[in-house]
């Protein structure tokens, strides 16, 4: 099957309620892409006009974690869209066998959606429809967000809400604003972002319910059970930062950007942060040691030393000088056998007798003078 005489249709990829996917070939190029066929559009007269908007918003987007746009027009009376072609399969799963990822993959995972959802959160685009089925891998493992553009087209609150089967595909990723009945933004996206990692991680969305309604109560209301308590080998950091995203108040979680830098960072797997490098500070003066008393190994009197910062362990210099060794009483006894000692203490003894007799012989004299 030809389509717009260009794309040669070979093999149905994915069927939903509004449309089916076909690996085809881009015969004027030569390469492979798929085209998605929007089907019942004709009962709503402005699905065309609004498909139109959202497929030119979707072609701006050019990011390595996005699906391409190429081409956009109307064949056989069906609107259709052609895409990248991503060799690999989406996040989905089944319900028999959900996909269960290692924490390492989910922080892959986690980080190239969010740097997708970051790159059309720049361009004024909320994606509405993050799911596992719109997280598409390739074979080396690079993670690309699809349908961006016709989610706002395809998903509408109120039919995701009340139609039987649309809550099994938008419920259970449904922001808390978006079930009280708010416009999606950017938080909206995060949110259910996070809803998609919590079941990549465990194999279960975080929120159940039977019914609508109940479910949605649990978006607004319930905290989802901490991953580890479920028996999930994850990190510490992980789990805290995966909270994050699922807070109830919109304000309270983190942007896209910021998802992507965080899990591309390596914070996820609670590395820790390198200590600030401790400014040495001088080691405290050691007292001095002790000398024995009257002991055999006192140390004679020093000069003391020269003024100038003593050196401190290790090299370091500042240190207060050492006070001077006390002097030990074994060293007045050497002192006194020195002759210079002897010497000096006479002299002041000879001149004193000197003096005396000096003093003597002038009164003598000046007595026999007075008497004659």
Known sequence: MLVADRYRLQV??????????????????????????????????????????????????????????????????????????????????DRARPVVLSAEQVATVAAHAAAGLAAAHRQGVVHRDIKPGNLLMDGDGTVKLADF?????????????????QIVGTGLYLAPERALGKPASPASDVYSLGCVLYQLLSGQPPFRGDTATALLYQHIDTPPAPLRQLGVPIPAAFEAYLLSLLAKQPEQRPTA?????????????????????????PAPPTMPRAVPQGGPQAMPSAPAPAPGPAPMPGGVAGRAPAPAPVRSRRAAPAAAENPLAKISRRRPRRTAAVAGIVAFVVFLFIGMAWLS
């Open 12 to 93: 149905c990829v994915g069927r939903g309620g509004m449309g089916e996917v076909w690996r085809a070939t881009d015969e004027v190029l030569g390469r492979d892409v798929a085209v998605k066929l929007m089907l019942g559009h004709e009962h709503d007269p402005s699905a065309a006009d609004r498909f139109r908007m959202e497929a030119q918003t979707a072609a701006r987007l050019s990011h390595p974690h996005v699906v391409g746009v190429f081409d956009f027009g109307t064949w056989d009376g069906k609107l259709f869209l052609v895409m990248e072609l991503v060799h690999g399969d989406s996040l989905a799963g």
């Open 257 to 281: 950007q910021a998802i992507a830098d965080w899990f591309s960072s390596g914070s996820w797997r609670d590395r820790p942060m390198p200590l600030p490098q401790a400014v040495p500070q």
């Open 149 to 165: 553009g016709i989610a706002r087209f395809v998903d509408d609150p109120s039919a995701a809400l009340t139609t039987t089967g």
